[in-house]
């Protein structure tokens, strides 16, 4: 089974952004807002390699969930992962925006 990523690479490190998506016309179709993302996260990545990869492996359970799919909008039936994963993802970015809430709110950023 193959599985598909939005990646990064800078230099000789690579990093699995979006994903993994169930076939490449998919994980391109996130190529854009994973990058845009990405970008507004770290500024030098506008001159990093981007593009689709595509990892072989037997059991979905042990793909990596892409580094910042918590933060872009994607659609669970896009995923390759159960809908247990998923939730669990989507949970964790619950959990991120609340505490940096409280920390914007106890520390007056962005006030």
Not at 10 to 16: D, H
Not at 44 to 71: A, Q, R, Y
Request: hydrophobic share 40%.
């Amino acid at each position: 089974m193959k599985a598909f990523y939005v990646d990064l690479k800078r230099g000789s490190r690579l990093a699995l952004l979006a994903g993994p998506f169930r076939d490449e016309p998919t994980a391109r179709k996130y190529e854009r807002r994973a990058v845009e993302k990405a970008m507004e996260i770290d500024p030098f990545t506008h001159f990093d390699l981007h593009g689709v990869i595509s990892l072989e492996g037997e059991d979905t359970d042990k793909l990596t969930p892409g580094k910042i799919n918590h933060m872009i909008d994607i659609d669970p039936a896009d995923m390759l992962v159960s809908k247990a994963e998923w939730e669990k993802v989507k949970a964790m970015a619950a959990e991120r925006r609340e505490a940096a809430a409280a920390f914007d709110a106890e520390f007056g950023v962005n006030q």
